[in-house]
């Protein structure tokens, strides 16, 4: 049981290019999130999607786009990648808001 | 705006116990979350509280007081492996849950 799968594990991109950041959870959960984590600042919501077919925005949406690409994938896209958009990214999965909530490993995005 | 505050270290000695504070200003309240999360590690799920009182796991335990925007997690008989980050998190309404900043727990010998 895998639970929630990222990829890539590490990138490094330039200003200006773009990516996607993969996220699948074999759970079956409803609820599928994006944070990212800075140093001192916690995680920070960049958008979810609370049931397959929605997608809202969160804290921290700025140069982000998402797609709910079915139940179990969410994916995440840098249009145009900033300096400050380098992180850790973090997606997760819940049944529902007040569950308990499952972490992928993380993709740690540097952007030169 | 939304806000969680914790403190940003603590230090305790193995086998002692620990209580980590969190109080939040939030429009919009359906719960409290405690997560763990060792260096280089994903956070993991500790405990949820959705109305005032105490809950316990183990050797953890995690309390609300909604009337005071406040909570705790409490570590008992701390381990070396204790060691790591914590963060309260507050389930908002829209399935948006925000978390605080973390506290950073260091166990000594």
């Known amino acids: 049981n895998a639970g929630v799968t990222q990829t890539p594990k590490f990138q490094v991109l330039k200003t200006g290019q773009s990516m996607t950041l993969q996220c699948a959870q074999d759970m079956n959960h409803n609820s599928m999130y994006w944070y990212r984590q800075d140093p001192g600042m916690g995680l920070r919501l960049i958008y979810y999607?609370?049931?397959?077919?929605?997608?809202d925005k969160g804290e921290v949406p700025n140069g982000y786009n998402v797609s709910r690409l079915n139940k179990r994938e969410f994916s995440l896209r840098l249009e145009s990648a900033a300096p400050s958009q380098t992180s850790v990214y973090f997606c997760a999965s819940s049944e529902a808001r007040d569950t308990e909530a499952f972490f992928g490993q993380g993709t740690r995005l540097t952007v030169v | 705006g939304q806000s969680l505050e914790q403190p940003s270290e603590v230090t305790a000695v193995e086998g002692a116990i620990v209580q980590i504070n969190c109080t939040y200003q939030?429009?919009?309240?359906?719960?409290l979350s405690w997560y763990q999360q060792h260096d280089g590690g994903a956070p993991t799920f500790l405990s949820y509280n959705a109305l005032d009182g105490l809950e316990e796991t183990g050797r953890f335990s995690s309390f609300l007081s909604r009337s005071d925007s406040y909570g705790y997690l409490l570590l008992q008989e701390l381990q070396m492996k204790d060691s790591a980050s914590y963060f309260c998190?507050?389930?908002?309404?829209?399935?948006?849950?925000?978390f605080g900043a973390g506290t950073r727990l260091f166990v000594k010998a």
């Open positions: 939030t429009s919009g309240f359906y719960g």
């Open positions: 998190a507050v389930a908002l309404g829209g399935f948006k849950t925000i």
């Open positions: 999607s609370a049931s397959e077919g929605t997608t």
